[in-house]
Protein backbone atom coordinates (compact mmCIF):
# COMPACT_ATOMS: atom_id res chain seq x y z
CA UNK A 1 0.00 0.00 0.00
CA UNK A 2 1.40 3.37 -1.11
CA UNK A 3 0.50 6.94 -0.73
CA UNK A 4 -0.64 6.85 -3.95
CA UNK A 5 -3.08 3.99 -4.00
CA UNK A 6 -4.72 5.72 -0.59
CA UNK A 7 -5.25 9.21 -2.78
CA UNK A 8 -6.29 7.54 -5.85
CA UNK A 9 -8.59 4.98 -3.17
CA UNK A 10 -10.10 8.58 -1.42
CA UNK A 11 -10.66 10.01 -5.22
CA UNK A 12 -12.49 6.64 -6.42
CA UNK A 13 -14.96 6.55 -3.36
CA UNK A 14 -15.78 10.18 -3.85
CA UNK A 15 -16.04 9.52 -7.92
CA UNK A 16 -18.76 7.31 -7.74
CA UNK A 17 -20.65 8.50 -4.17
CA UNK A 18 -21.05 12.04 -6.09
CA UNK A 19 -22.11 9.87 -9.37
CA UNK A 20 -24.40 7.76 -7.32
CA UNK A 21 -26.07 11.24 -6.27
CA UNK A 22 -25.97 12.61 -9.88
CA UNK A 23 -23.67 14.90 -9.40
CA UNK A 24 -21.63 16.51 -12.15
CA UNK A 25 -18.53 16.90 -10.43
CA UNK A 26 -18.06 13.14 -9.78
CA UNK A 27 -16.37 13.38 -13.30
CA UNK A 28 -13.59 16.03 -11.45
CA UNK A 29 -12.95 13.04 -9.16
CA UNK A 30 -12.59 10.16 -11.26
CA UNK A 31 -9.80 12.37 -13.08
CA UNK A 32 -7.52 12.63 -10.48
CA UNK A 33 -8.06 9.20 -9.44
CA UNK A 34 -7.53 7.09 -12.83
CA UNK A 35 -4.54 9.65 -13.31
CA UNK A 36 -3.12 7.68 -9.70
CA UNK A 37 -4.40 4.23 -11.40
CA UNK A 38 -2.28 4.49 -14.32
CA UNK A 39 0.53 4.75 -12.33
CA UNK A 40 0.18 2.04 -10.44
CA UNK A 41 -0.95 -0.30 -13.13
CA UNK A 42 1.88 -0.09 -14.90
CA UNK A 43 3.86 -0.25 -11.98
CA UNK A 44 2.02 -3.83 -11.54
CA UNK A 45 2.06 -4.92 -15.08
CA UNK A 46 -1.86 -5.13 -15.62
CA UNK A 47 -1.95 -3.56 -19.00
CA UNK A 48 -5.59 -4.14 -19.50
CA UNK A 49 -6.29 -1.95 -16.89
CA UNK A 50 -3.74 0.95 -17.68
CA UNK A 51 -5.07 1.06 -20.62
CA UNK A 52 -8.73 1.23 -19.06
CA UNK A 53 -7.41 3.93 -17.12
CA UNK A 54 -6.34 6.16 -19.94
CA UNK A 55 -9.73 5.43 -21.10
CA UNK A 56 -11.49 6.69 -18.08
CA UNK A 57 -9.47 9.86 -18.13
CA UNK A 58 -10.91 10.34 -21.69
CA UNK A 59 -14.49 9.35 -20.29
CA UNK A 60 -14.30 11.36 -17.45
CA UNK A 61 -14.56 14.48 -20.01
CA UNK A 62 -17.11 12.82 -22.65
CA UNK A 63 -19.27 12.20 -19.03
CA UNK A 64 -19.40 15.53 -17.75
CA UNK A 65 -20.18 16.57 -20.92
CA UNK A 66 -22.90 14.32 -21.32
CA UNK A 67 -24.54 15.07 -18.16
CA UNK A 68 -24.20 18.43 -19.06
CA UNK A 69 -25.39 19.04 -22.18
CA UNK A 70 -26.19 15.22 -23.26
CA UNK A 71 -29.90 15.85 -23.99
CA UNK A 72 -30.74 18.32 -26.96
CA UNK A 73 -28.35 21.12 -24.50
CA UNK A 74 -29.93 20.00 -21.49
CA UNK A 75 -28.70 17.44 -18.84
CA UNK A 76 -29.14 13.85 -19.65
CA UNK A 77 -32.23 12.10 -18.16
CA UNK A 78 -32.10 8.76 -16.78
CA UNK A 79 -32.82 5.83 -18.90
CA UNK A 80 -32.70 1.77 -20.02
CA UNK A 81 -31.51 -0.44 -21.92
CA UNK A 82 -34.02 -3.28 -23.87
CA UNK A 83 -32.98 -7.07 -23.13
CA UNK A 84 -31.85 -7.62 -26.32
CA UNK A 85 -29.32 -4.77 -26.78
CA UNK A 86 -28.20 -6.23 -23.13
CA UNK A 87 -27.74 -9.25 -24.82
CA UNK A 88 -26.12 -8.11 -27.36
CA UNK A 89 -23.76 -6.00 -25.21
CA UNK A 90 -22.66 -9.07 -23.03
CA UNK A 91 -21.85 -10.77 -26.41
CA UNK A 92 -20.05 -8.37 -28.40
CA UNK A 93 -18.07 -8.07 -24.90
CA UNK A 94 -17.61 -11.45 -24.43
CA UNK A 95 -15.84 -11.76 -27.67
CA UNK A 96 -13.79 -9.08 -26.57
CA UNK A 97 -12.62 -10.46 -23.28
CA UNK A 98 -11.76 -13.52 -25.28
CA UNK A 99 -9.37 -11.63 -27.90
CA UNK A 100 -7.73 -9.27 -26.02
CA UNK A 101 -6.90 -12.10 -23.03
CA UNK A 102 -5.52 -14.36 -25.83
CA UNK A 103 -3.43 -11.19 -27.34
CA UNK A 104 -2.21 -10.23 -23.74
CA UNK A 105 -1.44 -13.79 -22.98
CA UNK A 106 0.31 -14.50 -26.12
CA UNK A 107 2.38 -11.25 -26.31
CA UNK A 108 2.91 -9.85 -23.15
CA UNK A 109 4.38 -10.79 -19.60
CA UNK A 110 0.36 -9.36 -18.46
CA UNK A 111 -0.40 -11.29 -15.19
CA UNK A 112 -4.23 -12.51 -15.31
CA UNK A 113 -4.38 -11.79 -18.71
CA UNK A 114 -8.49 -12.82 -19.02
CA UNK A 115 -9.29 -11.23 -15.55
CA UNK A 116 -7.70 -8.46 -16.34
CA UNK A 117 -9.58 -8.48 -20.08
CA UNK A 118 -12.69 -8.79 -18.26
CA UNK A 119 -13.00 -6.39 -15.77
CA UNK A 120 -11.42 -4.08 -18.79
CA UNK A 121 -13.48 -4.49 -21.53
CA UNK A 122 -16.96 -4.59 -19.25
CA UNK A 123 -15.86 -1.55 -17.16
CA UNK A 124 -15.48 0.21 -20.58
CA UNK A 125 -19.02 -0.80 -21.68
CA UNK A 126 -20.07 -0.17 -18.45
CA UNK A 127 -18.74 3.26 -18.24
CA UNK A 128 -20.52 4.15 -21.30
CA UNK A 129 -23.55 3.33 -19.94
CA UNK A 130 -22.65 5.61 -16.44
CA UNK A 131 -21.91 8.72 -19.04
CA UNK A 132 -25.11 7.64 -20.68
CA UNK A 133 -27.05 7.67 -17.47
CA UNK A 134 -28.31 3.90 -18.32
CA UNK A 135 -29.92 2.38 -14.55
CA UNK A 136 -28.68 -0.93 -15.42
CA UNK A 137 -24.85 -0.12 -15.37
CA UNK A 138 -24.67 -0.34 -11.31
CA UNK A 139 -25.64 -3.79 -12.12
CA UNK A 140 -22.84 -4.18 -14.82
CA UNK A 141 -20.20 -2.46 -11.64
CA UNK A 142 -21.62 -5.35 -9.04
CA UNK A 143 -20.24 -8.10 -11.40
CA UNK A 144 -17.03 -6.30 -12.46
CA UNK A 145 -16.04 -4.63 -9.35
CA UNK A 146 -16.38 -8.33 -6.97
CA UNK A 147 -14.55 -9.89 -9.71
CA UNK A 148 -11.82 -6.77 -9.28
CA UNK A 149 -11.55 -7.36 -5.88
CA UNK A 150 -10.08 -10.95 -6.54
CA UNK A 151 -7.97 -8.89 -9.25
CA UNK A 152 -6.63 -6.16 -6.95
CA UNK A 153 -6.03 -8.26 -4.10
CA UNK A 154 -3.80 -10.91 -6.32
CA UNK A 155 -1.78 -8.48 -6.81
CA UNK A 156 -1.10 -7.23 -3.78
CA UNK A 157 -3.37 -4.02 -3.75
CA UNK A 158 -4.68 -4.45 -0.58
CA UNK A 159 -6.43 -1.19 -0.16
CA UNK A 160 -7.93 -1.26 -3.84
CA UNK A 161 -9.28 -4.56 -2.90
CA UNK A 162 -10.94 -2.89 -0.40
CA UNK A 163 -12.27 -0.39 -2.39
CA UNK A 164 -13.53 -2.40 -4.91
CA UNK A 165 -15.70 -4.03 -1.86
CA UNK A 166 -16.45 -0.71 -1.05
CA UNK A 167 -17.86 -0.41 -4.61
CA UNK A 168 -19.87 -3.12 -5.18
CA UNK A 169 -21.90 -2.02 -1.61
CA UNK A 170 -22.15 1.29 -3.78
CA UNK A 171 -22.96 -0.68 -6.85
CA UNK A 172 -25.44 -2.43 -5.14
CA UNK A 173 -27.18 1.21 -3.40
CA UNK A 174 -26.78 3.07 -6.73
CA UNK A 175 -28.62 0.26 -8.89
CA UNK A 176 -31.47 0.55 -5.89
CA UNK A 177 -31.13 4.63 -6.11
CA UNK A 178 -31.45 4.84 -10.00
CA UNK A 179 -34.33 2.48 -10.42
CA UNK A 180 -36.15 4.32 -8.01
CA UNK A 181 -35.62 7.13 -9.54
CA UNK A 182 -35.82 6.47 -13.24
CA UNK A 183 -39.72 4.12 -12.21
CA UNK A 184 -40.44 7.42 -10.46
CA UNK A 185 -39.86 9.74 -13.32
CA UNK A 186 -41.49 6.72 -15.81
CA UNK A 187 -44.79 7.16 -13.61
CA UNK A 188 -45.37 11.32 -14.40
Known sequence: MSWIEIIAVIFSVMYTVLAIKENIW??????ISVSLYMYLCIDAKLYAETGLQVFYFCMNIFGFWQWKYGKNNHELPL???????HLIAIGLASILVFILGYSLEKN???SLPYLDSFTTIFSIMATFMVARKIVSNWAYWIIIDAVSIYLYYT??????AGLFLVYTLLAAWGLFKWNKEYSYAKSL
Open 26 to 31: CWAAAV
Open 79 to 85: SELSFNK
Open 108 to 110: TDA
Open 155 to 160: KGFKLT
